[in-house]
């Protein structure tokens, strides 16, 4: 459900968007600053593949309009989360944490004059570490945690996504991340009601 507020109330937008059975749809929701695009994931879609799916709000219409669908494969569970990355919508990223021998797996795609493409390559995390489960984004930056407790942010450098920061294990497994507006400080949630703020460099 999507809602917007008119000055008194809050208003429902369009028709509920409805996944398939078991597909899990709203999983890992994300929106663009100005609330014109809505990023919905759906984890246990396909048989546990998973799916993404970006939308655009249509006055016209007064409906959300699909620009980019993602399919998951290979059990991956696309759609764990999800994060735009730009004030503009134009850049998205999904994580599927089951994929490979739980290493886990983040796609990021940009908008180039209304064509979607894959930025760079796929994520993989190392063997456990389930990387997707939590994943954060701002400036074109992008930031997620792992099931065996570190966090690593990463920028699009040269035509590939490089790690600018990260830290050792903290012993637990994160389970939410967030990076501020301008993408210099990241706050990493943990299992035992902790967390930690680092500023970067």
Not at 62 to 69: F, G, K, M, R, V
Not at 108 to 128: A, C, K, P, T
Request: net charge negative; proline share 3%; hydrophobic share 35%.
């Amino acid at each position: 459900y999507t809602y917007e507020f008119d000055g008194t109330d809050w208003q429902q937008m369009a028709e509920p968007l409805v996944g398939a059975t078991g597909s899990k749809l709203g999983s890992a929701i994300d929106m663009s600053n100005d609330g014109s695009r809505l990023l919905v994931g759906a984890p246990f879609a396909r048989q546990g593949d998973g799916s993404c799916y970006y939308y655009e709000w249509n006055e016209g219409t007064s409906t959300w309009d699909n620009i980019l669908p993602v399919p998951g494969e290979n059990g991956e569970a696309l759609g764990t989360s999800v994060a735009i990355m730009s004030d503009d919508g134009g850049t998205v990223a999904f994580g599927g944490s089951n994929y490979g021998n739980d290493q886990g797996i983040i796609k990021v795609y940009s908008d180039f004059g209304g064509l979607f493409i894959q930025l760079g390559s796929d994520i993989v995390g190392l063997e456990n570490q389930k990387i997707g489960t939590t994943l954060a984004g701002a400036q074109g930056r992008i930031a997620f945690g792992t099931e065996t407790g570190s966090f690593h942010v990463y920028d699009f450098i040269g035509g590939s996504w490089t790690e600018v920061a990260g830290g050792p294990s903290l012993g637990e497994p994160v389970v939410s991340i967030a990076l501020s507006e301008d993408g210099s400080t990241v706050v990493v949630g943990l299992g035992s009601q902790e967390s930690v703020v680092y500023e970067l460099a």
